[in-house]
Every structure is written in structure tokens, then in C-alpha cells.
């Protein structure tokens, strides 16, 4: 059934790049089309105290080159529960909200299709994460402008390694997923990438290390998935099995901040007024994402049932190219 009346945009889980971009979309469409709009601030838990106010298109002014969330996010062990859940649907209740957007990672969309069976409510989802590791899109907001940090911070690390003769094993965030360590290895050049969906063989990768030092390598650039090892724990092995001074840097959250990049900003924003326009038409269970460009969409069920894969042409590329 069309929505008359009332919206709400969340967003829910780690924060992204570009979530401010969706969100802004969200409401913005949804004024054009004259349906009111409600930002649920701090997720789930937010939804829970009903810290839920009205927004209007000057709520999003000065947003869309913001990193973060101005809606806030937040993790909550209560919405797991079916009593928690209940207390979420009386507070959307209240405010005559009748479809939600959420913006978040799989944990957030679980949550979201677990509102929908249980309360009815017409739920659509956008994934937001810099680990792009939402099943049946190619895309998740805020996985461009993380890869680009990754990149940046691993082409100066590049500079001092090779200054100093060391290997320099960087961590690079992604959850259980590869996708982040294995795009940045691939686009800063590093010569190894270990990901948690693909076996490496330690001993091999410290034999080719050593030879090419011997070849006159000056150093060594070796990516960690955070879901493969601990980065500490491995820069110990290499620096121990190579003999060659061996030093750590765990990216953190810097891949988490920053201003998004032009393609998070276009891509959040499409997938905005997709979400808005798709909720307000009546649909429900759905997940918005990119298939080779274009937008699509995805049962939301479907996407937080499967677990996605990294896609094996990157791994290919990866094994020729480092
Ligand atoms: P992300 O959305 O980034 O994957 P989380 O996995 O931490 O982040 O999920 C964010 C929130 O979504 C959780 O704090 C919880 O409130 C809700 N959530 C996650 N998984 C479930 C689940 N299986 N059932 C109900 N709610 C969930």
C-alpha cells in the first residue's frame, strides 16, 4: 500500500562514508514527493528510546561532504530480543511512521527483516559499509572512499619501508571480508595480500620475500585482512622466518572517516532516492545495491540469508598482479 503520511530514515551499525549522502537523498525525495519524513537517531538503540524527531530538507543542508552519520548510529543488544523489537514498533507507532530506510551493514538489515515479519512494517534497506560485504550487490556505501584511504595511507608506508629496507605488513579493516585488503593490496601495488577467503602459504610468501631482498628489493608491502590474522601477530612471523626488519601498521578507523568520495556521494545519493521512492510506492523487503553500475534491486531476505563471496576475478588479478 502507498505511504500517505510518514517515513523514517535510520542508520544503523559501523558507520560509512557516505551514509549522510543516502540519508540526505532519502529526505529530500521524500519532501518532494510531500511525505513527511522522521530521522531515528543512534539506530536501533535510538528506535528503542524513541529519540525520533521530524526532519525537514534543511535537517541535510551542508551533509553531503560530511563522513559519519548526523543521524549517529549505535549498536544494541535489546533489539535482538522480540520484546525489544516490540518496544521499536510501538515508538514507530507513535509517530504515525508507516515504512522505515534503514542504512547499515548485514547485522542492520537482519534487524530490519525481522521488523518486517514480526511487526509489518514496509522495510527497505541500503548497505552501508565500508567492508562491501552485503550479499547481491557489487557495492556497499562508503567501500570507495575506505579503499581510497587504504591506498593512501599504504603508498606512504610504502615511502618509509623502502627508505629503511623493511617489510611493512599493513591491517586493513573488513570485518570476515576480504574486499577492502584485497582492492587496496591490488590498487597500492602491494606485493602479498592475505584475505580470509583465500589460503596463503606463509612459508612461500617469506621465501619470495627473502630472494627478492636479495634480488635488491628495498622493502616489502604485505596486506592483512583483519578476518585473515591479527597483523601483530604476523609482522612476529615474517620478521622472525625472513630475518628482515619487519614493522606493523593497523589502519584502523581511519578507513572509517573522511569525506566521501565522488563515487559514495553519487552512489548514496542514487540509492537515497531509490530507497524513498520504492518505500513510499509500497514496497517492502527490499534491499537497493549496484550490479555493474546499475542500480538494483535485492530481496532483503535473500541478502541478509547469503553470505557473499569475494568475487573471484579480483582474487585472479590480485595472484598475477602482486
Ligand atoms: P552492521 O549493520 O554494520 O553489520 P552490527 O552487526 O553490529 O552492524 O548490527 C547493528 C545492529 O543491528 C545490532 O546492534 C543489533 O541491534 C541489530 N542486529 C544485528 N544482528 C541482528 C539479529 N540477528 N537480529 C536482530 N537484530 C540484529
New binding site residues.
Partial sequence: MAIKNAIAVMT???DSPGMNAAARAVVRTALFEGVKVFGIHN??KGMLNDEIEELTARSVSDLIQRGGTFLGT????E??TVEGRRKGLDNLEKHGIEGLVII????????GS?LSKEGGIPIVGLPG?IDNDVWGTDYTIGCDTAANTAVDAINKLRDTASAHRRIMVVEVMGHTSGWLALVAGIASGAEFVIVPEVKYDLDDICRQIVESYQGGRRYSIIVVAEGACSGVGLKNVVQEKTGIDTRVSILGHIQRGGSPSVEDRMKASMLGERAALAIISGASDVVFGFDEGKVVSINLFDSVYNKKTLDPELVRLSSVLV
Fill in positions: 544503523s551499525g559501523g539506530g536501533y549505535a549498536r544494541c543488544k533489539f535482538k547499515g551493514g548485514d547485522g542492520s538489515l537482519t534487524g525481522m559499509t
